[in-house]
T-cell receptor
């Protein structure tokens, strides 16, 4: 079973707009990561945020983590057509060496 | 620099057969993890190996096994294939324990079980 769930399942926006996707998870975590996947290919790591961090930035990406609500959000600013992909959150529970991906958000950026 | 490589890229098997998938990590990476991704779903964690030892296992039956070699490459073996094993199998490598660090993914092996 998967630990996380992304919301929304699908998102369609115009180029230049911001895209926000959310991730909820079930158990206490050590860290949370976001990955991007283009058309069923290998995943690309975007950002890692540890459980003692609340916000992290990388280029046009901003990730927040609220451990009290067991949720995270990924914001992509000034979106581009090349950002079209599926986005997954992935969590590491604070007990055990497993890794759980969420269900994913499919983002379409319209030129 | 070469990224994570996986072989074969595509594979067709019939029910009951056995399959071996191979993965070569990025040079210098000592951790390899395996994932199964069924169409339309997120990847599911199968195994994590670090320094040639199993360091994590997902909720998969014993038909799934893996090993890591002295050069840190890895094999995933699946016995007694079922139709439900049809999926994209992804390998990822990282410098240290995968679950605590950035992972670099290969392109995957598409397995079809008929």
């Amino acid at each position: 079973s998967q630990q996380g769930e992304e919301d929304p399942q699908a998102l369609s926006i115009q180029e230049g707009e911001n895209a926000t996707m959310n991730c909820s998870y079930k158990t206490s975590i050590n860290n949370l990561q976001w990955y991007r996947q283009n058309s069923g290919r290998g995943l690309v790591h975007l950002i890692l945020i540890r459980s003692n961090e609340r916000e992290k930035h990388s280029g046009r990406l901003r990730v927040t983590l609220d451990t009290s609500k067991k949720s995270s959000s990924l914001l992509i600013t000034a979106s581009r057509a090349a950002d079209t992909a599926s986005y997954f959150c992935a969590t590491t529970p604070d007990t055990g060496n497993q890794f759980y991906f969420g269900t994913g958000t499919s983002l379409t950026v319209i030129p | 620099d070469a990224g994570v490589t996986q072989s074969p890229t595509h594979l067709i098997k019939t029910r009951g057969q056995h399959v071996t998938l191979r993965c070569s990590p990025i040079s210098g990476h000592k951790s390899v993890s395996w994932y199964q991704q069924v169409l339309g779903q997120g990847p599911q964690f199968i195994f994590q190996y670090y320094e040639k030892e199993e360091r994590g296992r997902g909720n998969f039956p014993d038909r799934f096994s893996a090993r890591q070699f002295p050069n840190y490459s890895s094999e995933l073996n699946v016995n007694a294939l079922l139709l439900g094993d049809s999926a994209l199998y992804l390998c990822a490598s990282s410098t240290r324990l995968a679950v605590h660090n950035e992972q670099f993914f290969g392109p995957g092996t598409r397995l079809t079980v008929l």
